[in-house]
């Protein structure tokens, strides 16, 4: 009687040993024994790369800072064809993340850019820093130098090249150097409201009158502007110090 009661107690301490390892969770979602389950590391890595990809999100629409102009630089002011899509050097504009301004400095080469597929400019176009917006036509463009009636009275800009999308863009004609509401300086790419010469057009070589003949506001052809995202600008700066 004695060994049929202890065999019974063994049987019932045995079958309270298999049950309390069959894989019960303790308070944190893993197993009793401190390992995690498939779904627990399946649930746990799509966690990490949601968070992963939101940070890179998050990288990526910080990478620019609208490019504010300031007094002396000069930068690629432009608008699309329907003058949404712009750059004339503030924040506001769409085109300001990224913007390549230069500051004039002397004489020289420079470059001005406006890059469309800035990671800002997509994330205020589509919401999505990663977007590929694309701008569509040309509705005004031209290299300005900000105060440079007062800072280089005597400088004259020469557009060398033009690239859309690292493509480079047939130039139709020669541009000039004036001033713009007396304040800034200013080589026209594509204006359509002027057609001859303003009273202080001028080239390296001196003042320009008249009409345009091989001089022009428009010396590109809009339709190289069908869909863009940046455009580059690259010119020269003559006559700064000419007369001291």
Not at 37 to 45: K, L, N, Y
Not at 47 to 68: I, K, L, Y
Not at 159 to 166: Q, Y
Not at 190 to 219: C, M, W
Request: charged share 20%; with cysteine.
């Amino acid at each position: 009687m004695t060994r049929k009661l202890l065999a019974a107690i063994l049987a019932a301490a045995a079958a309270m040993t298999v049950c309390t390892a069959c894989g019960a969770k303790d308070k944190k979602g893993g197993n009793a024994d401190g390992t995690s389950s498939a779904a627990d590391a399946a649930s746990g890595d799509a966690a990490g790369d949601a968070s992963r990809n939101g940070s890179a999100e998050n990288n990526a629409a910080e990478t620019e800072e609208p490019t504010v102009a300031k007094s002396g630089d000069a930068i690629l002011i432009i608008t699309d064809g329907q003058w949404y899509a712009k750059y004339f050097g503030t924040a506001e504009d769409l085109l300001s993340y990224g913007a390549g301004a230069v500051q004039i400095t002397g004489n020289g080469d420079y470059t001005v850019s406006v890059n469309a597929g800035s990671a800002g400019t997509q994330k205020e176009i589509t919401g999505d820093p990663n977007g590929s917006y694309q701008c569509s036509g040309l509705g005004f463009a031209a290299v300005k130098v900000m105060d440079g009636t007062k800072l280089f009275p005597e400088m004259s800009i020469e557009i060398r090249e033009i690239r859309v999308d690292g493509n480079p863009v047939q130039l139709s004609a020669k541009n000039y150097t004036s001033s713009d509401d007396n304040t800034e300086m200013r080589a026209n790419i594509y204006n359509e409201y002027v057609s001859r010469f303003p009273d202080d057009a001028h080239n390296a070589d001196g003042k320009l009158t008249g009409e345009f003949g091989e001089y022009s506001s428009q010396i590109v052809d809009p339709a190289a502007f069908s869909k863009w995202q940046k455009v580059e600008v690259d010119f020269t700066v003559s006559g700064i110090g000419a007369q001291e």
